[in-house]
């Protein structure tokens, strides 16, 4: 069973930024891609950015192109978002993922409130 424990969310003014981290209990570099995805209430979870654990091949939403960064750190076994230039819309509960095979496996999500 692997266990993906997320941190660093909270309120930020627009324009501010914010670093989630994604702690896994498995060596992340037996995922074949980890990512980052955001949900609101009532609407689907949606994809923000993934980062692939062999070449560190990176994809990201539209809407946080410029903006956010997916990062890696193999030796802690954590994968890191970079939040700059927030706006309000960016407000969501952000999950992090793994895959591996077949299987997902998805943490318990944190919370990112952007508002003045």
């Known amino acids: 069973q692997v266990q993906l424990v997320e941190s660093g969310g909270g309120l930020v003014q627009p324009g501010g930024s914010l670093r989630l981290s994604c702690v896994s209990s498995r060596n992340i570099i037996s995922f074949y891609v980890m990512g980052w995805y955001r949900q609101v209430p009532g609407k689907q979870r949606e994809l923000v950015a993934t980062?692939?654990?062999?070449?560190?091949?990176?994809n990201y939403a539209d809407s946080v192109k410029g903006r956010f960064s997916i990062s890696r750190d193999n030796e802690k076994n954590t994968v890191y978002l970079q939040m700059n230039s927030l706006k309000p819309e960016d407000t969501a509960v952000y999950y992090c993922?793994?895959?591996?095979?077949?299987?997902?496996?998805w943490g318990q999500g944190t919370q990112v409130t952007v508002s003045s």
């Open positions: 993922k793994a895959t591996i095979g077949l299987e997902n496996y």
């Open positions: 980062i692939t654990t062999g070449s560190s091949s990176t």
